[in-house]
């Protein structure tokens, strides 16, 4: 009998892997996203033919910009939150030499049939989990990688009513390599222990789809290949260790298999076959609910999740090309049918779709966990403005809370600054709720004045209604952007007593 079982499963398994060629990441069940501008239908197939332009008759904002204005928001390579050529020597200060198994290319694809009830979301875990066991490292290694467990073993969330957090993502590849952490007192501890030091709360992690992928973020030859970084493996397990650290989780999802941000927002290799927007918005919602329901089933169901990252000019954008880096500059733009740029009408439907497939997909995993959406370019008041009304005016995407990257060194001013735009948009938006997803202080390369604009930058936020928290990009890194909190010693870090004293 149990044979039989087995046999029967196989045969489902199958069909169901036919049925999946043609929609990305989905089941012909999946939900299809024909998006209004105030509401989102939903059809049986995952390629129901409509076409995305019948979308783009929304009202456009006044304040609308055109497609190359939007483009070029970033045109100046800003990589905000992306690593620089001071953070490429550091990783690689960092390697060891011992080999370890690397993770395998092959991506596990979703086998989530979207459906409503416990059970089924339970066997498409299974399902996918099983898929990524081709991995050549198992995720028990990954698990174990830590080379300091966290003090509280409280896997259960904590009542929080400021974010303190801090974006530590590539912490995960330190401890690979035996980096230990030492307080500012020169005492070992571990990462979590010693920002809960110094008053952090809450924890952001990045996420890839497929990180392993040519042109992604752990591609070969890119400085982060050691491991698929940033994977749902390794951000499930990374995510575990904040929850028994008794940490808020912000789970930042980048769907890209490497940095996007204003310059670029590439589609992952597995959806670029993708040839419509209603398709795309599926594999955005498997995708996602598939990455919610391994956080929920490890016990680390996210805070709060980001559908997106830095995505002022819009969403899954652009394609890679044969001069795309490592870094993901250099990519043209996808075709129309698909791509979310908001700097056009199909563009703008498009992205709403996928916004709202995010949304719709953590939410049906998790109804208490905040959706966020994040863009950058806060000194460009206008374009704040606009990118909000077309959101949440003309579309009426039902995000819970808007973030905003602030860097003082990208041009973005000092809190003194932010605050009257953060009161204008507080008071607009009655019913949102707002963080700085992203913030450092530094006013230059990998420098800092000291000058207690990063105590600032907290404390106005806080004062602010609505204003639920602040996170510090990034504690174990300097870069463009400015400086860390700890310094280097050779393979160990060092928290660096006086950047913390601006915390606690």
């Known amino acids: 009998m149990k044979f039989l079982k087995n046999l029967a499963a196989c045969v489902s398994c199958a069909s169901v892997a036919l049925l999946m ?14 998006l209004s501008s105030s509401s989102v239908q939903e059809s049986s197939s995952c390629h129901s033919g409509l076409d995305p332009e019948s979308s783009s008759s929304v009202p456009e904002s006044s304040a609308q910009e055109s497609s190359s204005s939007v483009e070029n928001l970033s045109s100046s390579s800003q990589d905000v939150g992306g690593p620089s050529s001071s953070e490429t020597s550091l990783s690689a200060g960092t390697e060891s030499s011992s080999a370890v198994a690397t993770l395998s290319a092959v991506e596990p694809t979703s086998s989530e049939t979207l459906q409503s009830s416990s059970s089924s979301e339970a066997q498409s875990s299974v399902t996918e989990s099983s898929s990524s066991s081709n991995a050549s490292q198992p995720s028990s290694a990954i698990e174990s990688s830590s080379s300091q467990a966290p003090n509280s073993s409280s896997a259960q969330p904590i009542k929080i009513d400021f974010y303190n957090g801090a974006d530590i993502s590539e912490v995960q590849e330190y401890e690979r390599n035996n980096t230990k952490f030492y307080d500012v007192d020169g005492k070992e501890s571990d990462i979590f222990t010693i920002l809960e030091n110094h008053g952090f709360n809450s924890i952001r992690l990045r996420t890839f789809v497929s990180p392993k992928a040519k042109y992604g973020y752990a591609a070969s030859g890119c400085g982060h290949d050691s491991e698929a970084y940033g994977d749902k493996d390794h951000v499930v397990a990374f995510a575990k260790k904040v929850k028994a650290a008794g940490m808020g989780l912000l789970v930042d999802i980048h769907y890209s298999d490497v940095w996007a941000d204003p310059g670029k927002q590439i589609i992952p290799e597995r959806w670029r076959n993708v040839n419509n927007a209603n398709a795309m918005a599926d594999s955005v919602y498997a995708y996602t609910k598939d990455l919610m329901i391994a956080l929920k089933n490890a016990g680390a169901t996210p805070d709060m999740v980001q559908v997106g990252n830095e995505t002022t000019p819009g969403i899954l954008i652009h394609k890679p090309n044969s001069k795309t880096d490592c870094w993901g500059n250099g990519v043209d733009k996808a ?11 199909a563009g703008k439907a498009n992205a709403a779709k996928y916004f709202n497939a995010g949304i719709k997909a953590v939410k049906d995993v998790s109804p208490t966990t905040k959706t966020v959406l994040h863009i950058e370019s806060i000194r460009k008041e206008e374009t704040v403005k606009w990118w909000m009304g ?17 860097y003082t060194a990208y041009g973005d001013g000092t809190p003194d600054k932010w605050k009257n735009l953060f009161n204008t948009i507080t008071t607009k938006y009655s019913k949102l709720e707002f963080i ?51 310094d280097w010693r050779g393979n160990d870090l060092y928290a660096n007593a006086k950047a913390f004293e601006e915390f606690f």
């Not at 077309?390 to 602030?406: E, L, N, R, T």
């Not at 800092?448 to 990009?473: A, H, L, P």
């Not at 990034?474 to 700890?486: D, M, N, Q, R």
Request: with cysteine.
């Open 390 to 406: 077309v959101i949440f005016d003309d579309y009426k995407i039902p995000a819970d809370v808007m973030g905003f990257s602030a």
């Open 436 to 486: 700085v997803a992203e913030y450092n202080g530094g006013d230059s390369d990998n420098h800092y004045n000291f000058d207690k604009s990063r105590q600032k930058t907290r404390e106005s936020v806080r004062e602010m209604n609505r204003w639920i928290g602040s996170f510090f990009w990034e504690p174990t890194i300097g870069g463009a952007w400015g400086s860390g909190l700890f």
């Open 335 to 345: 075709a129309t049918s698909v791509n979310g740029d908001m700097g056009t009408s």
């Open 21 to 34: 060629q043609s929609c990305g990441d989905d089941t012909a069940s999946s939900p299809v996203y024909a």
